[in-house]
């Protein structure tokens, strides 16, 4: 097997999910965080739903082990919110195949130099984005699975970072066909919004950003807290303190 597509979903969509699977190749894998799907409603993938929700990089890596298992050489890991034809399926397995063992997508993002915030789009391709990551197999044996205590935001550029740091090519796919709704299941702007890209952009930079650029961000903190309060944005307030206080994973509902 060359390629197989794993389609990540909480709460899912029945209609964007059955979209997807009328284009994608008979063997795709549907991991349901919130366990609300059931086998006959996905006729023709296969469907696996977690004991518990561990987000997109716990979803995404419990298909990526399925894929795996089955001999998969390249996973794609897709939103549900991810439209393609099935031209650009096609087109995108047939791009892989003579691709060198990397990660390759469609939409490319770049990072601020000064505080490693994301860049969507980018001129230049430093991260592929999660609604539609390609990853060959050679990629996972190097550098292992998406960091699960991001839940969600970051932990494709966590990988994609990571993967260049181990000499894998992190490239820009132009492939038409292939679009993202962007619909933000938590609501764009929202206090879980908030809580986790401000939370998980300090983790980010913790793990994986340049020293000075980590000096930066934690002498600047005291700053960044009283900016989140006087914008009213609370959710990244709490955020930042669950990073000082070294809480990750899933935020509760008390946000």
């Known amino acids: 097997m060359s390629s197989s597509f794993v389609?990540?979903?909480?709460?899912?969509?029945?209609?964007?999910?059955?979209?997807?699977?009328?284009?994608?190749?008979?063997?795709?894998?549907?991991?349901?965080?919130?366990?609300?799907?059931?086998?006959?409603?996905?006729?023709?993938?296969?469907?696996?739903?977690?004991?518990?929700?561990?987000?997109?990089?716990?979803?995404?890596?419990?298909?990526?082990?399925?894929?795996?298992?089955?001999?998969?050489?390249?996973?794609?890991?897709?939103?549900?919110?991810?439209?393609?034809?099935?031209?650009?399926?096609?087109?995108?397995?047939?791009?892989?195949?003579?691709?060198?063992?990397?990660?390759?997508?469609?939409?490319?993002?770049g990072l601020d130099p000064q505080r490693w915030t994301t860049i969507m789009p980018s001129m230049k391709t430093e991260y592929i984005s999660g609604c539609c990551i390609a990853i060959h197999r050679d990629v996972i044996a190097k550098i292992g699975y998406f960091f699960e205590p991001y839940f969600m935001y970051y932990e494709e550029v966590d990988y994609c970072i990571r993967a260049q740091r181990a000499n894998f090519p992190v490239k820009l796919a132009l492939i038409e066909g292939i679009s993202h709704e962007e619909s933000v299941s938590l609501g764009r702007g929202s206090l879980l919004h908030q809580y986790y890209l401000a939370r998980n952009h300090l983790l980010f930079v913790s793990r994986l950003a340049p020293p000075r650029v980590r000096r930066r961000e934690y002498l600047r903190l005291p700053f960044t807290m009283m900016e989140h309060i006087m914008r009213h944005e609370y959710g990244a307030f709490l955020g930042v303190c669950d990073f000082l206080f070294h809480r990750f994973g899933r935020r509760g509902r008390d946000v």
């Open 7 to 109: 389609i990540v979903t909480y709460k899912p969509n029945l209609k964007y999910i059955n979209d997807l699977l009328t284009v994608l190749p008979s063997f795709s894998i549907i991991i349901d965080n919130s366990s609300e799907l059931k086998q006959n409603e996905v006729s023709g993938a296969t469907l696996l739903s977690p004991q518990s929700n561990t987000g997109y990089a716990g979803g995404a890596n419990v298909g990526i082990r399925h894929a795996l298992a089955h001999n998969a050489q390249w996973i794609v890991v897709l939103n549900q919110d991810t439209v393609m034809t099935k031209k650009a399926v096609m087109s995108l397995v047939k791009y892989l195949s003579k691709s060198k063992p990397g990660i390759y997508g469609p939409y490319a993002g």
